[in-house]
């Protein structure tokens, strides 16, 4: 029988190299988050939007590909705002 994985464990088992617009994203919410405990738990959570957002294959170009982030999950700076 075959087992299922969450869509983590196949983020974490497949290798891909990220769009620049997705590197811009998380360098500049890097940059945004203040320094904590769990910066690198969120930083990891929102590569894994991003993983899930290039699977949909709606990017066209990388500043088209960056507006659509910014617009379905909020700036870097309203990311960081939260936390």
């Known amino acids: 029988m075959a087992s299922l994985r ?4 196949q983020f974490n088992s ?7 617009a997705e590197k811009q994203f998380i360098e500049e919410l890097s940059k945004s ?9 969120i930083l990891k959570e929102y590569e894994m939007h991003l993983y899930e957002m290039a ?8 500043l088209t590909y ?18």
Do not use: F, H, V
């Not at 497949?14 to 620049?20: D, L, N, Q």
């Not at 988050?33 to 738990?41: G, W």
């Not at 960056?66 to 705002?81: F, H, M, S, V």
């Open 33 to 41: 988050l203040p320094n904590s405990s769990n910066k690198q738990e």
């Open 55 to 62: 699977r949909e294959g709606n990017c066209e170009d990388d």
């Open 14 to 20: 497949e290798k891909r190299i990220m769009k620049i």
């Open 6 to 9: 969450t869509s983590n464990e």
């Open 66 to 83: 960056y507006n659509q982030l910014k617009d379905r999950l909020g700036t870097p700076q309203e990311i960081a705002n939260i936390w």
